[in-house]
Nanobody, 115 residues
Framework: VQLVESGGGLVQPGGSLRLSCAAS????????MVWRRQRPGEGREPPCA????????LYEEDVKGRFAISLDSANQTVYLQMNSLKNEDTAVYYC?????????WGQGIQVTVAS
C-alpha cells in the first residue's frame, strides 16, 4: 500500500487549505484513513481526524469545528479541509491507512501557518 499526500503549503492565520491523500495497493474494506501531525520540536501526535470506510468520523478536540475529513471510497482518496487555521496548526501532516492490523503511512506534507 502506498499513500501520497498533496496540498500543503503556506497560509496566513485564518486561512484555509485542503490536503489530499491518494491510497493505492491491496486495500480490503473495512478500513480507516487518518491524518496526524507533528509540530516543530514535538513528537507525532495521535490522529487529529479519522474516517472509516463505513462512514464513522472522529476528530481530536483541538480541530473539531475547524477541520473536516472526507473519503472518496471509489478512488481511495481522503481529504482534510482545514479552515480557520492557527499558527499552532503548523506541522508536518501525515496520512495513514489502517487496514485490519496493518498500519501504513505517507511521507508527510508541510503545512505552515504564518503572517
Amino acid at each position: 500500500v502506498q499513500l501520497v499526500e498533496s496540498g500543503g503549503g503556506l497560509v496566513q492565520p485564518g486561512g484555509s487549505l485542503r490536503l489530499s491523500c491518494a491510497a493505492s495497493g491491496n486495500i480490503i474494506p473495512p478500513y480507516s484513513m487518518v491524518w496526524r501531525r507533528q509540530r516543530p520540536g514535538e513528537g507525532r501526535e495521535p490522529p487529529c481526524a479519522e474516517i472509516s470506510s463505513t462512514g464513522t468520523v472522529l476528530y481530536e478536540e483541538d480541530v473539531k469545528g475547524r477541520f473536516a475529513i472526507s473519503l472518496d471510497s471509489a478512488n481511495q482518496t481522503v481529504y482534510l479541509q482545514m479552515n480557520s487555521l492557527k499558527n499552532e496548526d503548523t506541522a508536518v501532516y501525515y496520512c495513514g491507512l489502517w487496514d485490519g492490523p496493518e498500519r501504513y503511512w505517507g511521507q508527510g506534507i508541510q503545512v505552515t501557518v504564518a503572517s
